[in-house]
C-alpha cells in the first residue's frame, strides 16, 4: 500500500480536487433558472418537466454509495475518473436534447457523477501527508457548497443572455477538464478493500432509495394521500429493512452496517441529515423572496440574475471559512466544529427574522448560514473517517453524503408543504406569504438546533473506543 502524500504535490491535488467539487455540484443547479422555461423548451407540462431536477437526485442517491464501495475496491482515483464519463456524457446529451425524454436521460447520468464528491474527500485520506488533510477535507467539503452558489447566477446570465444549451456545454468542458486534471496530477490511490461488489445489496439499496425519495419528492404534486405515494413510502418501509438485513448477513457488504452502527458514525450521519435538512431551507425561500414582485408587500422584486449575485457570496463565504474550520477541528476537535457549524446555521436562520425585507438583510443570513454550512460540511468527513479502517472511506463518506442528501430532499417537501399552506391571493394566483417564509425559516432554524443537540452526544475524543479508530486517524492526537 502507497505511503499517504506519495507522488504528488499537495498544493496541486488540493486544487483539482476542489475544482472536481465545484463542477460536479454546478451541474445541480444548472437547471434553477431554466425551471420556469423548461415546459416551452421541452413541449411538456410543469409537472413532468419537474423530473429533470428529480433525475438528477436519484441518480445521484442510487449510484453514490456504489461508487464509494467500488471507490475502495479499486481505488478512490480510479472511480473519479469514471465518475467524469457520466458526466461529459450528460452534458452533451442535454445539450442536444429537443425533448423531455433525452434531458431526462443527461440529466440522470450527471447525479451519476455526483459520487466524484465522496470519493474525493477519502481519496485526500491516501494522497496526502497528514498535516494537509484537514484543510484539504474542509476545502473539498465546502466546494459542493461553491459551486451551487456560484452556479446560480453564471447559469442565469448565461440563460439569460445566450443559448441555455451553452450551459450544457460549457459544463461538459469543464468535466472533461477535470478529468483530464485528474489523471495528470491526482496520483494513484492504494486499494485496501478486498472481496467483491455486492449486487443485491445495491439494487436493494437503489430500489428502496428510490421509493422513498421519490415519494418525498413527489409527494406534494401527487398528493400526500395518493395511493402512489402511500405505495412508494410503504414499499420503502419495507425494502429498506429487507436491505440491511441482507448487508448483514453478506459476506462483502455494499455498506458495513456494523461500522455505520459505530456511535460516531451513527451519530455523524443522523446530524448529517439534519444539517442537510437545515442547509437546504434557506435556500429554498430566500431565492423566492428575492424574486416576488415588491407588490406583495414582502417580495423584493429581483430578476433571477440579480437574485443569483444577492447569493452568490455565500458560496465564497464558504471557501473562506473552510481553513478557520479545519484549525478549529485540529485544536479542539471536528466534534466542536460541527456543533459551532450548527449554532452559527441557526443565529443566520434566527436573524432572519429581522432581516427578511430587503436584499442586504437577505444577503446577511445567507452568508451566516453559508459560514456554518461551511464548518458542518467541513466536519463531518473528518469525524467518519477518524472512525472507520482506511479499507472503507469510501463507501463511509458516500454513505454520509446521502444522509444529507435524503436530509435535503425531506427539507424540499416540508418547507413545499409550508408555502403551499400558508398562501396569499395576488393577481388572482395563490403565492407563499410572509407567514409561510418565516415558519420555513424557523423550521430551519429549529432543525439546525438540532444538529447541534444530536453532535453534542457524539463520543468525545476520551470517550472514543480505541479499537474503532485506525492509527492514522484523521485529527489524531
Not at 451541474?27 to 416551452?40: A, F, K, N, R, S
Not at 423566492?288 to 414582485?293: A, E, K, Y
Not at 444522509?403 to 398562501?423: D, E, H, K, N, P
Amino acid at each position: 500500500m502507497a505511503e499517504p502524500g506519495s507522488g504528488g504535490r499537495p498544493q496541486g491535488i488540493v486544487t483539482v480536487m476542489a475544482v472536481a467539487g465545484i463542477v460536479a455540484s454546478l451541474t445541480q443547479t444548472l437547471v434553477v433558472p431554466l425551471i420556469g422555461e423548461l415546459p416551452v423548451l421541452l413541449g411538456t407540462s410543469a409537472s413532468n418537466a419537474s423530473w429533470v431536477v428529480t433525475a438528477t437526485l436519484l441518480a445521484g442517491a442510487v449510484t453514490t454509495p456504489v461508487m464509494g464501495r467500488l471507490g475502495d475496491l479499486y481505488g478512490k482515483r480510479r472511480m473519479m475518473l469514471v465518475c467524469t464519463v457520466p458526466l461529459v456524457l450528460g452534458c452533451v446529451v442535454c445539450a442536444l436534447a429537443g425533448s423531455l425524454t433525452p434531458m431526462i436521460i443527461g440529466r440522470g447520468l450527471q447525479g451519476m457523477g455526483m459520487g466524484m464528491i465522496p470519493l474525493g474527500i477519502s481519496a485526500l485520506r491516501d494522497v496526502l501527508p497528514p498535516d494537509r488533510l484537514g484543510p484539504a477535507i474542509a476545502l473539498m467539503s465546502s466546494s459542493m457548497g461553491i459551486g451551487g452558489a456560484l452556479g446560480l447566477p453564471v447559469a442565469a446570465a448565461v440563460a439569460e443572455y445566450a443559448s441555455w444549451r451553452a450551459l450544457f456545454w460549457a459544463t461538459a468542458v469543464l468535466s472533461l477538464a477535470v478529468g483530464v486534471l485528474i489523471r495528470l496530477l491526482v496520483p494513484p490511490t492504494p486499494t485496501g478493500a478486498r472481496g467483491r461488489i455486492d449486487l443485491v445489496g445495491a439494487l436493494g439499496l437503489g430500489a428502496g432509495l428510490i421509493c422513498l425519495l421519490l415519494g418525498v419528492s413527489k409527494g406534494a404534486d401527487w398528493g400526500w394521500g395518493s395511493g402512489t405515494t402511500l405505495g412508494l413510502l410503504a414499499a420503502a418501509a419495507i425494502v429498506l429493512p429487507v436491505w440491511g438485513w441482507w448487508e448483514l448477513r453478506v459476506r462483502d457488504p455494499l455498506v458495513d452496517l456494523r461500522v455505520t452502527a459505530r456511535p460516531q458514525v451513527l451519530l455523524t450521519n443522523v446530524a448529517s441529515i439534519v444539517v442537510g435538512f437545515s442547509m437546504y431551507a434557506q435556500s429554498l425561500i430566500v431565492i423566492q423572496i428575492l424574486q416576488l414582485p415588491e407588490a406583495t408587500g414582502y417580495g423584493l422584486g429581483q430578476s433571477m440574475l440579480a437574485s443569483g449575485l444577492w447569493m452568490a457570496p455565500s458560496g465564497l463565504m464558504m471557501m473562506i471559512v473552510s481553513p478557520v474550520g479545519a484549525r478549529l477541528s485540529a485544536a479542539r476537535g471536528p466534534k466542536v466544529t460541527l456543533i459551532v457549524g450548527s449554532l452559527v446555521m441557526a443565529l443566520g436562520y434566527g436573524s432572519s427574522m429581522l432581516l427578511l425585507g430587503s436584499p442586504w438583510g437577505l444577503l446577511i443570513v445567507t452568508c451566516l448560514c453559508a459560514v456554518g454550512i461551511g464548518f458542518a460540511y467541513g466536519s463531518m468527513p473528518a469525524l467518519i473517517m477518524s472512525a472507520v479502517p482506511r479499507s472503507e472511506t469510501g463507501a463511509a463518506n458516500s454513505f454520509n453524503t446521502l444522509m444529507r442528501s435524503i436530509g435535503t430532499t425531506v427539507s424540499a417537501a416540508v418547507v413545499g408543504l409550508v408555502l403551499s399552506q400558508l398562501t396569499i391571493d395576488f393577481a388572482g394566483r395563490a403565492l407563499p406569504s410572509e407567514a409561510g417564509f418565516r415558519t420555513g425559516m424557523l423550521i430551519g432554524c429549529g432543525a439546525a438546533l438540532a444538529a447541534a443537540a444530536i453532535t453534542l452526544a457524539l463520543p468525545g475524543r476520551r470517550d472514543l473506543d480505541p479499537a474503532a479508530v485506525p492509527v492514522s486517524a484523521v485529527g489524531q492526537h
